[in-house]
């Protein structure tokens, strides 16, 4: 295994245990408000802090993109740095603080812009998956894959959409998400990517997310035989934030339904 992805692994795993550990008492937890249900607790400020102490410990010269402390520039004071790890302490916050168990730590280290190597840890069932660029995907050391579903008829979906409860006839997330055989809104884009990739889920829409809720998750699913790509079909997912991935079959049907 690459040193940098164990690297990436310990530091999931200390944030993992800092998650864990807050969970046992969520009655004590100090919540704030971000935006409009959007919250931040001392415990992602906290967990991210570790994966960041960790990180620049072993690598001063690569920079760090984290959703709660932003852009930080590598030791050396490079602005663009040639590698870059993008965190998410806590993907899932809004499960985490009602106790819903579906949440995780998510690490990717970018190399010249793309994902070199993915770290997304769920804490609550111990499960670290994990992949390198061109090494394939791996749930806890066991090589994954993409599910074989063929039918669209017979895919389940997870989403992150907003107002996906109410969505007016003309939007064109109706037949895609009409069309199969079930969506989900699980709260945590990494775990539903990761899950892509580990053949739970047969494919995920997602809108306006942010380069931290799918850097690990598109290397796993990549890794994993998938697809993904914008709602134009094209690579921009990470500048526009909109995104879909899925095992090929799957993938060519979505963008159809998408597209109707």
């Not at 494919?203 to 998938?226: H, I, Q, R």
Request: charged share 20%; hydrophobic share 45%; with cysteine.
């Amino acid at each position: 295994m690459h040193p940098m992805l164990n690297t990436a692994i310990k530091a999931a795993r200390r944030a993992g245990a800092i998650i864990n550990r807050a969970s046992l008492d969520l009655e004590r937890l100090n919540v704030a408000r971000k935006g409009p249900k959007d919250y931040v607790t001392e415990v992602d400020r906290a967990a991210e802090e570790s994966i960041i102490d960790i990180l620049r410990t072993a690598y001063p010269d690569h920079g760090i993109l984290a959703e709660e402390s932003g852009r930080l520039q590598a030791g050396g004071g490079q602005a663009d740095a040639e590698f870059q790890w993008v965190i998410d302490p806590l993907d899932g916050t809004t499960n985490f603080i009602h106790g819903f168990a579906h949440y995780a730590v998510s690490i990717a280290l970018m190399h010249r812009g793309q994902a070199a190597h993915a770290v997304v840890y769920d804490p609550t069932r111990n499960e670290m998956f994990t992949a390198s660029r061109g090494s394939g995907a791996f749930l806890n050391d066991r090589r994954v894959r993409v599910s074989s579903c063929l039918r669209y008829h017979d895919a389940l979906l997870a989403s992150h959409i907003p107002q996906s409860t109410a969505l007016p006839a003309s939007s064109p997330f109706v037949p895609l998400l009409a069309e199969c055989a079930a969506a989900r809104r699980t709260g945590s884009t990494v775990l539903d990517l990761s899950w892509v990739a580990s053949g739970r889920l047969d494919g995920f829409c997602g809108v306006g997310l942010k380069p931290w809720d799918m850097a690990a998750g598109s290397l796993l699913v990549l890794e994993a035989g998938g697809l993904m790509a914008d709602f134009q079909g094209e690579q921009g997912w990470m500048e526009s934030g909109n995104v879909l991935a899925a095992p090929p079959k799957i993938f060519a049907q979505m963008m159809t339904h998408l597209l109707a």
